[in-house]
């Protein structure tokens, strides 16, 4: 019993046993309130960073150059290109931006709903004036443009938040016939 008591006392009395203890729940501790700090800082960052690419990465494969549909080709004196959209109801498309490429040279056209055919130059096929049309969701547009001879068109799209979207090329064939 005495051995007992002695022992007893020895570990009331050995302060570097408590001191090990506190030193773990405060490691512990300071832990747990880096990853909160972490958390409550990174992850908004990441999450608002992730949230800009993410309304583009939604169009991703619904956006395409419609190559198949004889619409989409080049003359000697224009070239006629049919956009087809397939995105979903709520994608908030604004505008889309037109680059026509040729021998070295390239034009850049940027078209929004209402915007007029004539400053521009482009116009929607079957119309000789008038305000141009982005296409709705799962419609098709053509758009002639004043340049011959274009081999090469991309296209990318402007979101209504700003945003500009990756772009899409297509090669381009002769026309077989007047299309517009």
Do not use: H
């Amino acid at each position: 019993m005495r051995q007992i008591r002695a022992k007893s006392r020895m570990i009331k009395n050995d302060k570097r046993a408590i001191s090990a203890v506190i030193t773990t729940i405060l490691l512990v501790l300071i832990a747990i309130v880096a990853v909160l700090i972490v958390y409550s800082f990174v992850i908004p960052m990441i999450k608002e960073g992730l949230g800009k690419g993410k309304s583009c990465f939604d169009l991703i494969d619904q956006v395409s150059i419609n190559l198949d549909s004889g619409y989409t080709c080049y003359e000697d004196s224009e070239t006629d290109v049919m956009i087809d959209l397939g995105f979903e109801e709520n994608a908030e498309i604004a505008g889309l931006i037109f680059s026509i490429k040729k021998e070295g040279s390239a034009w850049r056209y940027e078209l929004s709903n209402n915007t007029e055919s004539d400053p521009v130059g482009v116009r929607m096929c079957g119309k000789t004036v008038g305000k141009l049309e982005i296409p709705n969701p799962g419609e098709a547009r053509t758009y002639v443009f004043p340049k011959g001879g274009i081999k090469l068109v991309e296209v990318a799209v402007v979101l209504s938040n700003g945003e500009v979207c990756q772009s899409i090329s297509a090669t381009l064939d002769k026309c077989e016939a007047d299309i517009c």
